[in-house]
């Protein structure tokens, strides 16, 4: 739950609409099946760092960027929503059903991240 908690302001760096919550949400995924707690653990931060260059370049294709604003305005709302600008912005986010289209993307990422980790269970 502590995870949960830290991620809270992760969903698009902190509504500024850089890097988009799914990917990393996705990639602390993959760190915390493919990485180590042990930093001089030289192969596990080797095989998170492998998982990585996967899942970026799939998320990418997929939702054609990492950027949240962009994928705001291409694909979940046709518009970057900035939440947190003003009080207009954050009740027009909220009207169109922001949090749930949000998912959408997360969704993706959750997959993709999915994918990666069984793709490497079935290469043993």
Known sequence: ?????????????GSTGRICGAVSGGLIALGLYFGSRDMTDYEGIS???NAARKF???FEE???SLQCAEIQEDVVFGRFMDARASA????????????AKCALPTGIGA?????????SMEQG
């Open 1 to 13: 739950m502590d995870i949960i908690k830290g991620l809270s302001p992760f969903p698009g760096f």
């Open 62 to 64: 997929v939702l054609s």
């Open 56 to 58: 970026l370049p799939r």
């Open 88 to 99: 207009e912005n954050r009740k027009a986010f909220i009207e169109a059903k922001g949090y």
């Open 47 to 49: 095989a998170a760092m």
């Open 111 to 119: 997959r993709l991240a999915a994918e990666v980790i069984i793709e």
